[in-house]
């Protein structure tokens, strides 16, 4: 009974292990919005961390998360890492590239939960007077990744994030855009 339950117990390990292996290694996650608001507004949203903190969906899932910014306060070489709770980890990101009103990308370095490195790029195409932007992104999972998206749907976790990301970059920058409101004192 014992060779049974341990020969069943061997063929599930090497199954398991034979699914795991041909997942595929690439993924990428993305989502587009549509925003009244010209490119270069957007992009300079994106292309400085310290903006980037007050739309950043990540940030209100831990209101005590400890930022820490290093490098240049915007473009290529600006960095930040992180470190907060269960639901955000611990990890860094930096510019790599930064092309004005066109694309920042940035390569993220995650320590918590899991270890990993992947690419984030946003992207800005002008359609009349507002931009579509896109979140992306994408990476390589090695075996351990390819095991946990078994479980994890990293495109609805992510996805919605991202979703939710644009809306508040939505936010700030047309917020931005409205005219100052001029009160007048009573005499």
């Given at each position: 009974m014992l060779k049974k339950i341990l020969l069943g117990l061997a063929i599930f390990i090497v199954a398991f292990v034979i699914v795991v292996a041909t997942r595929p290694a690439d993924f990428r996650v993305e989502r587009s919005a549509t925003i009244a608001a010209p490119a270069q507004a957007l992009f300079e949203?994106?292309?400085?961390?310290?903006?980037?903190?007050?739309?950043?969906?990540?940030l209100k899932l831990d209101p005590n998360v400890k930022n820490t910014y290093s490098g240049p306060d915007s473009g290529v070489g600006a960095a930040c890492s992180w470190e907060g709770n269960n639901d955000i980890g611990a990890g860094s990101s930096t510019i790599i590239e930064s092309k004005p009103g066109e694309?920042?990308?940035?390569?993220?370095?995650?320590?918590?939960?899991?270890?990993?490195?992947n690419t984030v790029d946003f992207t800005f195409k002008p359609e009349g007077d507002k931009t579509v932007v896109t979140w992306a992104m994408y990476g390589k999972n090695g075996f351990m990744?390819?095991?946990?998206?078994?479980?994890?749907?990293?495109?609805?976790?992510?996805?919605?994030?991202?979703?939710?990301?644009?809306?508040?970059?939505?936010?700030?920058?047309?917020?931005?855009?409205?005219?100052?409101?001029?009160?007048?004192?009573?005499?």
């Open positions: 949203q994106v292309n400085d961390h310290r903006k980037f903190a007050v739309w950043n969906p990540w694309l920042v990308r940035q390569r993220m370095d995650w320590l918590k939960p899991m270890e990993g490195t990744g390819k095991m946990m998206s078994l479980f994890i749907d990293c495109d609805k976790m992510c996805g919605d994030q991202f979703v939710q990301g644009l809306k508040n970059l939505s936010d700030v920058v047309t917020a931005a855009q409205q005219p100052a409101k001029v009160t007048q004192a009573k005499p």
